[in-house]
């Protein structure tokens, strides 16, 4: 026989931001923002577990705490309408596509029932008959005692520091005309205003909402619930020889159970000592039937032992069901629902019960507001305790709104995740700084991850400059068109100090620069040189740069600068009577005349190419031809930090960045040392950022001078695989000061990855209090752009070679012959 659901529906109306049912039950609804799966330690489950005790034990007797998660099957949205998006964040928009994730919301309704209300059952609740709202509801005082009660539980959640909650009004719980309210999406089971579409309730054969086939599974009776419960379990997927990684009690009937479903948590708060009156009469009555049945003596010794519970420590007695709603469109898919629901419930050792008969009460009870109208006859007695063990205490990754940061993927489905890593961890008082210190094996994906960052930093706005050993971003520089220098034998590594580009100009700095370079040229390492020495050569740039400015048609370089030396310096040396011994020109021109034009190292200082390093904000110095090397090496540095400090200095409000891969081969030297000491504790005074990426933590800790500067100024830790080292982890873990929390996820890395996928994981912690691991899961376009393998590398030159060098034409021809081929 059908009914309209307007004459059935429990709920009379909104007032004041509370749901008024028909049998006077007033109901305040708060969305609940949780922590993030995989993200809390032992210590924080405890926390938060203790934090729900207490915010219950502050509700009034006859109240009601439902908690109801949804958890929606969606695939990620893609905006293609920004104009302004690259040619590999439109691949990367492309490849995540309808990537399927479970969308999770959470809310918590607090009801508050009249005291003399009808205790429902499965043969009486609201969906059977109705009632006359009781006087009592009418008061204003006992509404305003009970939103008291739930201000007093949401501060008590929130100062917890793992949950905001937020107050839903009126516009929210009822529905509008193009938007649903939360009582009219549960009615339908749709979250989603795209997806507004009306359907029968049918409870003819099963449950069924629309075209939604559901199931409904309790945890309403003492002997389905597992015999010990508490705050965590062990994730064994994710746990190692070494470490027990942890997960909530419940995470596996919530984000970690991958279908449509609505896991209900009901906590009844009774009048306590009318429930242990009530039980201490039923002990004496198993009391007194103990002699004729041992499992009457073995329930009087149950509730013995509860009431012992129950006085000698406080505990709060509550009743309890929890049930798990799962549905699909599909019937054929019912079977396997039933799979994954009984499985879910094995990991926690409890046992499934499907529900057919009460199944539509039980439905009936989970419209917000309705709360109290729940069947008793489903709930069991506990404690406050262990009830709140089954609460569900996760969501998934957050997405940040920040403007600046990389895109990463979510741990279970790969869904991406904006993550900042820079400007948000200082804006909340996580991090101090922006440098970020990198630590990763041969064939962890290291170089792969840094490239990754690299670009997203390029593509908004960031100037990059790179030090690299292995030519790592060869592929990424020629996408972005950047200055790429590197030694070989046909196409040595050129520069020119002397040049002055766009928006720069000679102020002490470039002169300092200067002279640092040339004393490096003329004197050895262990060779001092004298203040004469150091004011000739101060003259002699300022004299230079006048001469250029008399003369406009001579190009700056080492060339020019060498000849106003020989012609015209050597005159003003002799008009002011500077000794040899004083400034020895003949043997500074002697001892530099392999730089000049026809020597040896001519091409070093004259280029006339690549000159603009301030405004050009992407360059990379390849060293790996030049890392032994006795003179190009030193000029090479010294023009690594001249660059980087001039665009410190002088780019205001733009953010700096510069990367050191495998720094340990330029650490050697201490000049360069002491460098990377000075930038990572200046460079967050000029909006910058500094970076050092190595396979090994040794390498660091032999340079004494950089130790603890690069360490202790590095309040974002990324570190990929470390498996192979987890045995001696105690000697990194020591010294990056990570916790047993972060041993634990590091450790987790690359350990469940799903095969189907190609992709490595990340770990990132900030500051040492936010930590998480990522995907770094990429579109083909942007794998082919970052590759270090080199049959892969070639293969990409080949195809841009048939495009004119255009190297994005090349990796889209690549990228869609791979596709075709799988």
């Known amino acids: 026989m059908e009914k309209m659901l307007d004459d059935l529906l429990p709920i009379m109306d909104v007032e004041h931001d509370c749901i008024l049912s028909k049998q006077g039950d007033v109901t305040v609804v708060f969305k609940a923002d949780l922590p993030e799966i995989f993200t809390l330690s032992d210590q924080e489950y ?17 109240s009601v705490l439902h908690k109801q998660d949804w958890f929606l099957q969606t695939g990620h949205q893609p905006d293609f309408t920004k104009a302004d998006t690259s040619f590999l964040s439109r691949a990367s928009e492309r490849f995540f596509n309808e990537r399927p994730f479970l969308d999770h919301s959470c809310y918590i309704l607090l009801t508050k029932k009249p005291d003399n209300r009808k205790t429902a059952t499965s043969a009486y609740s609201s969906l059977l008959r109705r009632s006359i709202v009781p006087e009592e509801t009418l008061k204003p005082s006992l509404l305003q005692d009970f939103l008291d009660s739930t201000g007093q539980f949401k501060r008590i959640m929130e100062d917890s520091g793992f949950v905001k909650l937020t107050r839903l009004r009126e516009s929210e719980l009822w ?3 193009r938007t649903m309210g939360i009582i009219e999406k549960y009615c339908y089971l749709s979250e989603r205003n795209d997806q507004y579409l009306m359907g029968d309730i049918n409870f003819q054969e099963g449950l069924q909402v629309g075209s939604k086939h559901c199931q409904l599974y309790t945890l309403g009776d003492a002997a389905d619930l597992p015999a010990l419960c508490g705050s965590r379990i062990n994730y064994d997927k994710y746990s190692t020889d070494k470490t027990k990684f942890s997960i909530g009690f419940a995470s596996t009937l919530g984000q970690l159970l991958p279908c449509n479903h609505i896991y209900n948590q009901y906590l009844f708060i009774e009048d306590a000592q009318k429930t242990i009156t009530k039980l201490e009469s039923k002990r004496l009555r198993l009391q007194s039937l103990s002699a004729y049945s041992r499992e009457n003596m073995i329930a009087r010794d149950a509730t013995n032992d509860f009431l012992n519970e129950a006085i000698s420590q406080q505990r709060l007695p509550v009743k309890a069901h929890f049930n798990v709603l ?14 994954k629901v009984s499985s879910a419930l094995a990991q926690m050792d409890a046992v499934a019960k499907q529900e057919t008969i009460g199944a539509p009460q039980i439905f009936w009870a989970g419209i917000p507001g309705n709360a109290a109208d729940f069947p008793m006859n489903d709930t069991f007695d506990t404690f406050a305790e262990q009830a709140t063990c089954f609460l569900n205490l996760e969501t998934g990754y957050r997405t940040s709104l920040s403007p600046v940061g990389i895109r990463l993927g979510d741990r279970m489905t790969g869904r991406p995740v904006h993550v900042d890593i820079s400007d ?3 804006k909340m008082g996580i991090c101090t700084n922006r440098n970020k210190f990198i630590l990763g094996p041969s064939g962890s994906g290291k170089s792969f991850f840094t490239n990754h960052m690299v670009r997203s930093y390029y593509e908004q706005g960031t100037h990059i400059v790179l030090v690299d050993v292995g030519h790592s971003y060869k592929g990424l520089c020629d996408m972005v068109n950047g200055y790429y220098f590197t030694y070989s034998e046909e196409n040595p590594i050129r520069f020119n100090p002397f040049f002055i580009g766009e928006g720069d100009n000679l102020d002490t700095e470039k002169k300092e620069s200067i002279k640092t370079l040339l004393l490096a040229l003329w004197k050895k390492d262990d060779e001092a040189f004298k203040r004469s020495e150091y004011v000739a ?6 004299g230079y740069y006048q001469h250029l400015e008399k003369n406009p048609s001579v190009f700056p370089c080492f060339n020019s600068f060498y000849e106003f030396l020989r012609d015209e310096y050597v005159a003003v040396l002799q008009q002011d009577r500077v000794k040899d011994r004083d400034f020895d020109m ?13 020597g040896e190292f001519d091409y070093l200082l004259n280029a006339t190419e690549n000159l603009n390093l301030l405004q050009e904000r992407f360059i990379v110095f390849e060293l790996d031809n030049i890392k032994d090397h006795p003179i190009l090496f030193p000029v090479v540095t010294i023009i690594i930090m001249e660059v980087f400090i001039n665009k410190m200095r002088k780019m205001k409000g733009i953010r700096k960045m510069i990367l050191i891969e495998e720094a340990w081969k330029a650490l050697m030297k201490e000049g360069f040392a002491e460098y990377i000491k000075y930038l990572f504790k200046t460079v967050r005074k000029f909006f910058g950022e500094a970076i050092v990426v190595t396979q090994e933590v040794e390498d660091i800790i032999s340079s004494p001078v950089v130790k603890q500067a690069i360490i202790n100024n590095s309040d974002c830790k990324i570190l990929l695989d470390q498996s192979k080292y987890q045995n001696k982890f105690d000697q990194i873990q020591e010294l990056l000061g990570l916790t047993e929390k972060e041993k634990a996820l590091v450790l987790s890395v690359n350990k469940a990855n799903d095969p189907a996928r190609k992709y490595k994981e990340v770990f990132i912690s900030l500051g040492g209090m936010l930590s998480k691991v990522y995907r770094t899961e990429v579109s083909v376009e942007e794998y082919l752009a970052y590759t270090t393998e080199q049959t892969e590398k070639v293969k ?3 195809y841009a070679a048939k495009f004119s060098g255009d190297i994005r034409k090349g990796i889209a021809a690549m990228a869609e012959d791979l596709k075709l081929k799988k």
């Open 796 to 798: 990409l030159m080949e």
């Open 424 to 426: 948000e961890p200082m």
């Open 537 to 542: 050569l101060s003259n002699a740039i300022t």
């Open 175 to 177: 529905s509008g005309k």
């Open 46 to 62: 405890e926390a938060f577990h203790q934090a729900w005790v207490k915010a219950i034990k502050v509700l009034p007797k006859f």
């Open 326 to 339: 799962v549905w699909t469109e599909d019937k054929e898919e019912l079977k396997d629902l039933k799979n």
């Open 586 to 598: 003949d043997n500074f021109l002697y001892v530099l005349r392999p730089y000049y034009q026809g």
